[in-house]
């Protein structure tokens, strides 16, 4: 290990060396460390441009169109109103990119480009993230101001209304609920697969959705279990929206209503990771107090802080999108079973899921 690191600062030094990259490049021992280190920097620089490019085929309808059958240039550039340089340019960047592919004069969606199209959510999410590009246009800003205006933080409109009640929400605040619960209506297939991997439930279980929007994790538990009673409780905006998967469910606020009564499982989903640690803990414990005399157990999914590869996904991705939505923080496993016992959970387990980067799972015990 000694030798390893001393060979590293080592080479760190010779980079340091004017003319050592020119020289390291035609080398046929370092060339390719030189090649890909290039490599991983440009991607670094050009990260931006590969998700417009994914941007830009959701919004001209392209990936949809293509999922259906293969096109040709011209047939694309017509479905985007662009002329046909334009169209060219996107599918080279695309293909460049590993969305598409160019067979003869036929465009075809690649394994990537299908599974994008296969997945509703996913192509809301991409839709989506057009106004956080927006507030990530000045980085450096967004990290100096101690509270920044950003569309992600209005968009997301509960987390400025923390504590005041939705009930006093105006008609166009009552709007955008709507179109946040809907955008998460249609993510949460893509979260519910994971805990139906890692969570079992039982005939008897009463579950009850804290923080559930417009039902569609607990619709899927049902459908799963259709014994499971299930009840979701959130605000009177989401609870009311036109959308919301028939079933029962409770309105209003969990940080100072009290919740439905009845339920020994609670689950709560892509709830805790939006919010500060203060109401993370006092949440915790008002669901433990809740739980405590049935000895009910707590899900938690949401995506956490890892190691390795998958740390990218929360601690990049997730870190900025916080801080521009204002909300809380990705935490790791080990953080948040601290805040759960912290809050009186006596056992806490980790559970497995197929797709850790996508959404880690915790169940806690009173």
């Known amino acids: 290990w000694l030798r390893a690191k001393a060979g590293m600062l080592n080479l760190a030094s010779l980079i340091r060396r004017p003319g050592f990259s020119d020289w390291a490049s035609r080398s046929p021992l370092l060339g390719w460390l030189v090649r890909r280190q290039a490599r991983r920097v440009f991607d670094l620089m050009s990260g931006f441009v590969y998700t417009q490019t994914l941007l830009a085929c959701e919004q001209l309808g392209w990936v949809k169109a293509l999922d259906e059958s293969s096109l040709?240039?011209?047939?694309?550039?017509?479905?985007?109103?662009?002329?046909?340089?334009?169209?060219?340019?996107?599918?080279?960047?695309?293909?460049?990119?590993?969305?598409?592919?160019l067979q003869g004069d036929k465009v075809q969606l690649t394994l990537t480009g299908r599974v994008i199209a296969q997945q509703a959510g996913l192509r809301a999410l991409i839709r989506h993230h057009q106004i956080f590009y927006e507030d990530l246009a000045a980085p450096a800003d967004l990290l100096r101001h101690p509270d920044p205006s950003t569309r992600l933080r209005q968009f997301w409109r509960y987390v400025e209304r923390r504590g005041i009640g939705d009930g006093e929400a105006t008609p166009g605040e009552r709007a955008q609920t709507a179109e946040y619960s809907a955008l998460m209506t249609a993510t949460q297939d893509m979260i519910v697969s994971q805990v139906l991997?890692?969570?079992?439930f039982h005939e008897a279980d009463r579950l009850l959705d804290i923080g559930g929007g417009q039902g569609r994790f607990a619709a899927k538990i049902r459908a799963s279990h259709p014994s499971v009673v299930t009840h979701v409780f959130d605000l009177p905006g989401v609870t009311t929206a036109r959308d919301c998967?028939?079933?029962?469910r409770t309105a209003g606020d969990f940080f100072r209503d009290p919740f439905p009564t009845g339920f020994q499982t609670v689950s709560l989903v892509r709830v805790l990771y939006d919010h500060p640690d203060d109401w993370v803990l006092r949440l915790l414990k008002k669901v433990r107090d809740y739980l405590a005399p049935q000895q009910g157990r707590l899900i938690v999914a949401e995506p956490m802080s890892a190691e390795g590869r998958d740390s990218r996904m929360a601690d990049a991705y997730f870190g900025f999108y916080l801080l521009a939505m204002r909300g809380g923080r990705p935490r790791s496993q080990l953080e948040l079973a601290g805040l759960l016992r912290k809050a009186g959970f006596t056992k806490v387990q980790p559970r497995s899921t197929p797709l850790p980067m996508q959404c880690s799972v915790m169940e806690a015990f009173t």
């Open 72 to 101: 040709s240039v011209d047939q694309l550039a017509a479905l985007g109103e662009l002329t046909q340089d334009r169209a060219l340019l996107l599918v080279k960047s695309a293909t460049s990119v590993g969305l598409l592919r």
């Open 197 to 200: 991997a890692s969570v079992r």
């Open 245 to 248: 998967e028939p079933m029962a």
